[in-house]
């Protein structure tokens, strides 16, 4: 898996065949899996880079603040792009609540919803102008725990900002533990729907592929107790090795040749509401990575890139899940 300070994702030999606008689908390549990366610190590539983003995933499980939000995007603005993926989210405005709580460094770009998953993207001021294509679509596969407005699917953007070809997506797979065969039959037709409608042979597809959200994969073969044990240890890389998504990915089912940065942070599900106390329900979950971040860069030699941060946002209590982010920079080869 490696540890990389300047990443270069999606190495090899290129398929014959490009599946639609390539949402960096899972199968057309050799064998990668998923390569893990460490955040870095790495401040010159940050100056010198194209373009910055900050990612931003959360489950709200149906309750909003706005103080919440302000936690969410954070003081540090030096970011070009702003994507905020939410799932499960309330009927309040929450566009209206980002936008209040970005009004003086950004505006929004674009928007895709499908009831309560939504996503959004913001840039700097006027940075309107360097849009030169912004396209939304959606892929539904039904309701929550009989809830239907709280949907299961994915929402995407598809934009060409500052010369970068992006699409980003969010999603809600399906949950359980043992439902791991129908979260990857989910991405694989979520990868394999979104924008079939603006299908062109002739369109040149996106350069980076960004996914996020409650992909729902959980720790398999280890019970609640142990696994916090380790936890409270800060025992995390013991655990790695239980994450359904990084199996899945190693077998190469999902998310072939994508990046994710190391999972130093405890896992983000499932607590206590109002706490930092992992559930204490009669059913006592086992914790788990729910919430991910995960990008491709589909030609290498066009694109470089540096991830420096993965992190919780850890001082978010109104939700059973605790929002992640990434920053990441990327730089056009000259």
Known sequence: MGNLNT????????????RKLSLGSFNNRAHEGIKTVEADNLWEFLRNSDLYICIVTWNMNGQVSYEDLVELVGSNRRFDLLVVGLQEVPRNNVARLLQDALV???DLLGK?????????VFGPKKSDLLIKELKVDKHSMGGCGGMMRRKKGAVAIRINYKGFRMVFITCHLSAHARNVEERNSECRHISHSLFAMYWNPYARPAQITIWLGDLNYRLQGIDTHPARTLIQRNLLRLLTSKDQLLQEAQRWQIFNGYCEGTLTFKPTYKFNIGSSNYDTSYKVRVPSWTDRILFKIEDPDEISAS?????PVD???????????AHICFKLSK
């Open 307 to 311: 991830l420096h941060c993965y992190e």
């Open 7 to 18: 990443i270069q994702a999606g190495k090899g030999r290129r398929s014959n065949y490009k």
């Open 315 to 325: 001082d978010i209590y109104s939700s059973d899940h605790k929002p992640v982010r």
């Open 112 to 120: 895709a919803i499908m009831q309560s998953l939504q996503l959004y």
């Open 104 to 106: 003086e460094t950004h």
